[in-house]
């Protein structure tokens, strides 16, 4: 775990004092207005570096990876779809097919991530997407107090809860945790 507590703001700082690798306010903020817009109650957090996997966010924040909400697309008949889950687990494509109806699941790949969403891999929110997506969210989730979601850019995080989570989504609950 990181000995260094993660960055907590709630405005996005002077630019001046933030390394250009941390730096991407347009997709921040478009995160920060989505928040706004349905209502969330949580922190963003900025990390002191980027966090472009569930384990990496985790060791900056001093929880869990399994607290990491991770925001993952899949092309579901060639359709993008959004799967919420837990990052102390892989995800099972044949529960996702099954949630979608028996559609053919694929891994979409970083040029139909962003295109979809409007994020960069590991920065992919769960809100102010691109497009409006159908979304699952790991129903592994629900035992946490509070989880934490990309805010928009890989060094930024939302502090949240399942069921603000489910709600800002539209999500539905779903178990896709692989079976161990």
Known sequence: M?????????????????????????????????????????????????????QAAADGLGITRAQIANSLVFLADGEPVLVMSSGGHRVDTHKIAAAFGGKKITKANADV??????YVIGGVSPVGLASELPTL??????????????????????????????RMTGGTPTDVAEAS
């Open 137 to 166: 969210v790991d129903t592994f989730l629900a035992q946490f107090e509070t989880i934490f979601s990309a805010g928009g850019h890989p060094a930024y995080v939302y502090e949240t809860t399942f069921a603000e989570l489910v």
């Open 2 to 54: 990181s000995e260094k507590p993660p960055t907590r703001v709630s405005a996005d700082p002077a630019p001046e004092t933030v390394p250009p690798r941390l730096a991407h306010p347009e997709s921040v903020e478009r995160f920060r207005a989505a928040l706004r817009k349905h209502g969330a109650s949580g922190d963003v957090v900025r990390l002191d570096d980027t966090a472009h996997t569930a």
């Open 113 to 118: 991530v962003r295109a979809a969403t409007g």
